[in-house]
């Protein structure tokens, strides 16, 4: 068994992961619009988006895998109750992907070095950000 989030967006679906792929060197495995899907039935409570927009995305992260799709404006809901975990080796690295994230975003914790970093011998540095197309992100920079 894996786990995958699911992420989904009023109409921006492609910009965040077009943005997260160069960010963090990742590979769209797939981006399927709602108009070059039309002969294929929705899961069953969906509603198509306009033609252009995002019905499935898939973003490969290494190991891991981020996942997306458009919804109609009326009917999209921000995003809340979850945060999408980042364990990024290095501070540096942790810190360039944290503020990019931060760009357009809101800080909710800054990205520092965290008092129980000694008690968990992995962790070095913690932050938490909302970024410019509403995903909520822990970063934390592990050790190597």
């Not at 969906?46 to 997306?68: K, N």
């Not at 979850?82 to 690295?93: C, M, P, Q």
């Not at 760009?103 to 950000?129: S, Y």
Request: proline share 6%; net charge negative; hydrophobic share 45%.
């Amino acid at each position: 068994m894996n786990t995958a989030p699911q992420l989904a967006f009023a109409g921006d679906c492609r910009q965040a992961f077009e943005f997260y792929a160069r960010l963090m060197g990742g590979v769209i495995t797939v981006m399927n619009t709602f108009g070059a899907n039309e002969d294929k039935a929705l899961p069953p409570g969906s509603t198509a988006a306009a033609p252009d927009q995002v019905r499935f995305a898939e973003l490969s992260l290494g190991h891991s895998v981020l996942r997306g799709n458009d919804v109609p404006p009326d009917q999209h809901v921000p995003m809340q109750g979850f945060s999408v975990s980042l364990h990024i080796e290095g501070a540096n690295e942790a810190r360039r992907i944290f503020e990019a994230l931060s760009e357009g975003g809101t800080v909710t914790t800054p990205l520092a070095e965290v008092d129980w970093a000694d008690r968990v011998d992995l962790v070095d540095r913690f932050g938490m950000v909302t970024d410019r197309f509403g995903v909520p992100w822990l970063v934390l920079a592990v050790k190597g």
